[in-house]
Structures are given as structure tokens and as C-alpha cells.
């Protein structure tokens, strides 16, 4: 098999995985299988496409494939009760091309697999695997756990889904509150993955962050008197204004102190602003997500990282650390620090967190310090912790940048 025909199958997949997947759910009624369906139709076509070539309409291709897949499965067993057998002659009734799911499908996908049969991290990782499209090492890196783990994890997941017939559907309004958490973490972390990619070789996949943000604003929409959904589509437009300066034209990333703040995208900014607002009027405090876009608003409205107004991030972030517990943020407060106090009392607050198991296999924690030693001289020390962020990095624009930064010492 071709190396461009695997990239492009996995291209496909990021594009189409989520709707192909939440078209065989509304026919089959079970999320666990129609994602087995689907992942055994990909596997088809790195089998074919080699000889016969893309298909011009890839992700019809792959849903005509997986649903004659969950034909031909209930025709084997040797009894078929008669639910399975009005959906295979539904299933066979309908045209091959008609594949795109009705409007609200990807969010019925995700309402599914945040359903609270699932534990809180099974909510998050099966909904990356579905509707992110992410594979199971990528979301072993986002939840800093071994591969293994998060592959049993997602088998039990759809299995939990399956024997507790989880319909395929929006929960009823007075549902919301219980599933709202879960939903909001799964976008969430699919935004990251597309601000952010953990690997491969694109360091911002547009794709991902977009599919976030739509599901962000139906969410917004459909519950309005919920603070953090505005609060999250406030993050997420305010973050995404950014994207047309973050690489540049050969899709080399572009740091914060070095991108052009004429090419910020000024009218999601206006828009993230606006839905901040309408999070805080509602009057509940900032949570998590608010105190994130209060944060990226900061450096929305600054027209440089020198007239940022870094005391306040660095409030923000305390606060945010304080609601969290999370390494990260706390590593991230770290960096404010170090912009508003100097690397020295950034570098106390990293060195608090750099035992933290959760951050072993993660490039941060070594890539900051490196930042931080630099800054203090300490040239030698530093080589050594970029030398280890790099090897670490396991997205291939992240790890040039590295060591960039590496030869620059």
C-alpha cells in the first residue's frame, strides 16, 4: 500500500470519520458497533483504493461500505429477531449516496457516547475516537496514559454503550444538566487537538477546531441559560481568531511573541467577546471555561505581548488553577509568570510540577524549563531540557520548533 493512499484514507478520516460514523448510528442504533462498522470499511478501503483509486464522494464510499458490512453480519446469524430485521431492509432500502446525516447527528453522536452510564474519561475519550476521529495513541497522549490502557478503555466504553441501549438521540431538556459537563469536556479537548495537534505533521488541524466550534454554538443555542457553553464558544472563537497568524506559508508554526496581529481573524475576536459577555451576564461566576477565554481575551485585545496586561492573566490563571488542579495549567500559569515577575519565579513554579507523573511523557514541562533556563543563562542546562523536549514532541512541527530554539543556543 502506498504511503499517499494511507495519508490519504487518514485525511478522509479526519474529514468524514464523525459524520460517516453518526449516519451508521441513526440506521443501526448502536454507537459501538457502527464505529467498528466504519473503522471495518476504512480497513477495506486501504485494501482497494490502492488498485482502484480514490472514490470521488470518499465518505459515501466508506458508509455504503460499513452498512452493507451490518447487512451481511445479521444475515449470518442463524435466528434474526425482528427488530434487526426492519433495520437491514431499511438499511437496504436506502441509496448508497444517501449517506449525509440530518443536521443534528454529530451532535446525537456526542450526546450519545457523554452519556452517563460512561465515566467522565470514557465520555472524553470515546468521543474523540468517534466524532474527532482521533486515534487511540493520539488520545493516549491527550490523557497522558499508555496506549494500551485507552484501547481497553474505548472497548469497554462501546460495550457499556451497547448493553445499556443507549439511544441515539438528544436527551430531553431536564437531561441537560447531567450530560452538559461531559459534552462541553469533549469539545473542548477536540478544539485542542485541532488548535494544538499532539502529532503527525500539521501543528494546527483547522478541520477538528471547526467541527468543535459548530457543536459549540448549537450547544450554546440549544441550552442559553447555561454560562460555560457561551463561555467555551467565546474560548474557542477567541482562540480560532488566531489561526491565520500561527503558521505561516509553508505551515511552519509561528509563535505568540512573533505572530502578526493584523492577520487576527478581528471579527470571531468581536464574536468571542460577545459570548463572553452573554456568560457573565447570566451572573453564576466564571468557570473553567470563562476564565480561559477571559484569559485569551486579554491577549485579543492587546496589540502586542508587551502591552498584554500579564498581571491580570496571571490572576486569571490562579484562579483557574485553583477550580482545575491541572499540571498543565499550573505549567501555563507558569509562563504568565515569567512574562509579569521573570523567569525565576516562573521557574519555582515549574520546578513544583515537574515530578508530576502525569507530565512523564509530555515535552511541556522539559520545553518550558528550557525557555526559563535560557532566559537566566543558564545556556547549558537549557540545551539539555530542549534536547529532551524535543524528543519527547510527538508532533513534527512542534519538535522542528524545538529545536530551532536548540541550534539558536
Given at each position: 500500500m502506498s504511503t499517499d493512499?494511507?495519508?490519504?484514507?487518514?485525511?478522509?478520516?479526519?474529514?468524514?470519520?464523525?459524520?460517516?460514523v453518526a449516519t451508521l448510528a441513526r440506521m443501526v442504533g448502536d454507537v459501538g458497533l457502527a464505529e467498528d462498522l466504519a473503522q471495518d470499511a476504512v480497513a477495506d478501503a486501504l485494501a482497494q483504493w490502492p488498485e482502484s483509486g480514490v472514490p470521488q464522494n470518499a465518505g459515501a464510499w466508506l458508509t455504503a461500505v460499513a452498512k452493507h458490512k451490518a447487512i451481511d453480519g445479521w444475515r449470518r446469524r442463524e435466528r434474526l429477531d425482528e427488530r434487526y430485521r426492519a433495520i437491514a431492509h431499511d438499511l437496504e432500502t436506502v441509496a448508497d449516496d444517501a449517506w449525509e446525516p440530518i443536521a443534528?447527528?454529530?451532535?446525537k453522536l456526542v450526546f450519545a457516547a457523554c452519556h452517563p452510564v460512561l465515566s467522565r474519561e470514557a465520555q472524553v475519550a470515546l468521543t474523540l475516537r468517534v466524532v474527532g476521529g482521533l486515534t487511540s495513541e493520539e488520545i493516549a497522549r491527550m490523557f497522558l496514559v499508555p496506549v494500551p490502557t485507552m484501547q481497553q478503555r474505548l472497548v469497554r466504553a462501546k460495550k457499556t454503550l451497547t448493553a445499556a441501549r443507549v439511544p441515539f438521540e438528544i436527551p430531553e431538556p431536564r437531561e441537560w444538566p447531567e450530560r452538559m459537563s461531559g459534552v462541553l469536556s469533549v469539545i473542548y479537548l477536540v478544539f485542542t487537538e485541532g488548535y494544538a495537534a499532539t502529532s503527525g505533521d500539521q501543528w494546527v488541524r483547522r478541520d477538528l477546531a471547526a467541527e468543535a466550534l459548530r457543536l459549540g454554538r448549537i450547544v450554546a443555542a440549544l441550552?442559553?441559560?447555561e454560562p460555560e457553553s457561551h463561555a467555551l464558544v467565546a474560548l474557542m472563537e477567541l482562540q480560532a481568531s488566531r489561526f491565520p497568524a500561527r503558521v505561516d506559508a509553508q505551515g511552519h508554526p509561528v509563535l505568540?511573541?512573533?505572530q502578526?496581529?493584523?492577520?487576527?481573524?478581528?471579527s470571531q475576536i468581536t464574536r468571542g467577546l460577545d459570548a463572553l459577555r452573554r456568560a457573565d451576564a447570566l451572573g453564576r461566576g466564571r468557570g473553567p471555561y470563562a476564565l480561559q477565554a477571559a484569559i485569551a481575551a486579554c491577549h485579543a485585545t492587546a496589540a502586542s505581548v508587551e502591552s498584554t496586561d500579564w498581571d491580570e492573566v496571571v490572576t486569571l490563571y490562579e484562579a483557574l488553577d485553583r477550580l482545575s488542579r491541572n499540571p498543565i495549567v499550573t505549567l501555563n500559569r507558569a509562563v504568565a509568570v515569567?512574562?509579569?515577575?521573570?523567569?525565576?519565579a516562573a521557574l519555582a513554579i515549574v520546578d513544583e510540577i515537574a515530578g508530576d507523573d502525569r507530565l512523564a511523557r509530555s515535552h511541556l514541562v522539559p520545553s518550558v524549563r528550557g525557555e526559563l533556563l535560557a532566559q537566566l543563562g543558564r545556556r547549558d542546562q537549557a540545551r539539555d531540557e530542549l534536547r529532551r523536549a524535543a524528543e519527547l514532541a510527538t508532533n513534527e512541527r512542534q519538535r522542528a520548533v524545538l529545536l530551532e530554539k536548540l541550534d539558536r543556543l
Open positions: 493512499v494511507r495519508r490519504s484514507v487518514d485525511a478522509i478520516w479526519r474529514i468524514e470519520g464523525a459524520r460517516v443534528d447527528d454529530v451532535l441550552a442559553p441559560r505568540l511573541d512573533d502578526d496581529r493584523t492577520q487576527w481573524d478581528r515569567s512574562m509579569a515577575s521573570g523567569p525565576s
